[in-house]
C-alpha cells in the first residue's frame, strides 16, 4: 500500500541523491565539504536549509 504523502518526500530525496552524485563527479570531498550550499542549485524549488 503506498501511502500518497510519502511520494513527494521520496522525490526530493531521489532529486537530492541526483544533485549530490553530480556533485561527487564534479568535485573533491574537500570542497564539497566546504562550499555545499554555494555549489548546490538555487532556485525557488530549493529545499535545503543551512544547519548551523
Known amino acids: 500500500m503506498i501511502i500518497p504523502c510519502l511520494i513527494p ?6 532529486r537530492r541523491l541526483g544533485e549530490l552524485i553530480t556533485l561527487l563527479l564534479q568535485h ?3 570542497d564539497i565539504d ?19
Open 9 to 14: 518526500s521520496l522525490a526530493l530525496r531521489k
Open 28 to 30: 573533491t570531498m574537500k
Open 34 to 52: 566546504e562550499q555545499f550550499y554555494d555549489l548546490i542549485p538555487n532556485s525557488e524549488e530549493n529545499t535545503h536549509t543551512r544547519m548551523t
